[in-house]
């Protein structure tokens, strides 16, 4: 019933640019906050960013801060994330997560995953 399906993917230069899309199947899209995280080979899955419904309240890994931006566009049932000046420590698999209830940076808060997409950055 629940799917998450991202896009945009894909490989860039260090210092350059790509949009995330994570489009949303759900029951209804009100009262989910949506979030992504990533995870490189031999790393954890880390969190990178989160919205809330309503998109009034937004958080970021200090890693990312400045650099990428989360939005969403419930009219589409949409979420994006922008990403800007990237770097290859920003080489992952990066994840569409969604919960009912407030944003969290806890993996393990998100019941609902999308099935991921590869951001390759080369120096």
């Known amino acids: 019933q629940v799917q998450l399906v991202e896009s945009g993917g894909g490989s860039v230069q260090a210092g350059g640019s790509l949009r995330l899309s994570c489009a949303a199947s759900?029951?209804?899209?009100?009262?989910?906050?949506m979030a992504w995280f990533r995870q490189a080979p031999g790393k954890e899955r880390e969190f990178v960013a989160a919205?809330?419904?309503?998109?009034?309240?937004?958080d970021y890994s200090d890693s990312v801060k400045g650099r990428f931006t989360i939005a969403r566009d419930n009219a589409k049932n949409t979420v994006y994330l922008q990403m800007n000046s990237l770097k290859p420590e920003d080489t992952a698999v990066y994840y569409c997560?969604?919960?009912?209830?407030?944003?969290?940076?806890?993996?393990?808060?998100?019941?609902?995953w999308g099935q991921g997409t590869q951001v390759t950055v080369s120096a």
């Open positions: 997560a969604a919960r009912r209830g407030t944003i969290t940076t806890i993996s393990s808060d998100y019941g609902y």
């Open positions: 919205i809330s419904w309503t998109g009034r309240m937004t």
């Open positions: 759900l029951r209804t899209f009100s009262n989910w906050s």
